[in-house]
Each structure stands twice: as C-alpha cells, then as structure tokens.
C-alpha cells in the first residue's frame, strides 16, 4: 500500500532541516512517500544527534526508494557516498 504524496512539502521539509527538527521531519515522512533525499536528510540529522544505527536505517530507507520510481531532485546520489568507505589521505 503506498501513501499518498502531499503535492509539496519541500519547503516544510526545507523548515525541518535548518531547524534539526528529526521527529517533525520523520513524522512528516511516516503521512507520505519519503523520498530518497528524505532518507538522506534524516540521516544526516540522525547521525548529527549522535544516532548512528538510525541513521544508516534511514540511508538504507533512501536507497530502496530510490529504486521505486524517479525521483529527480529527490534522488540521493549523496546516500550512496555516505555508504562508502573512507580512504585514508594520500601522503606526500
């Protein structure tokens, strides 16, 4: 069962990231179709709070979104570097 999508919420989505609201934001996500950039958002706002089991569980959430459809500016190319591996600095 999908949830209907509000026809745009960015701006509050936009309101809930500048102001680190992580439960408003969620909460938003849980009444329509997160967005892979929605998964990305929440956890980056996760792992600023110190929740890095939540976050990865919201970078795996944007990841199979991604995989439902197009999302346009909704993708989140910057998930999937997130889920790489650093790579220690080159010396000189």
């Known amino acids: 069962m999908s949830r209907p ?4 919420c ?5 309101i809930y990231v ?3 609201a992580v ?3 969620i909460s938003l996500c ?3 179709l997160p967005s892979p950039k929605d998964g990305e958002n929440i956890a ?9 089991a939540e976050a990865m569980a919201w970078v795996e959430r944007g990841l199979t979104a991604a995989t439902t459809r197009r999302w346009g500016n909704e993708d989140n190319r910057a998930s999937r570097l997130f889920l790489m ?3 220690p600095c080159p010396t000189s």
């Open 18 to 20: 500048a102001r680190r």
């Open 85 to 87: 591996p650093l790579q």
């Open 44 to 52: 980056r706002l996760c792992k600023a709070k110190g929740r890095p």
């Open 10 to 14: 960015r701006r509050l989505k936009a």
């Open 30 to 32: 849980e009444r329509v």
């Open 5 to 8: 999508r509000l026809p745009d």
């Open 23 to 25: 439960r408003a934001y």
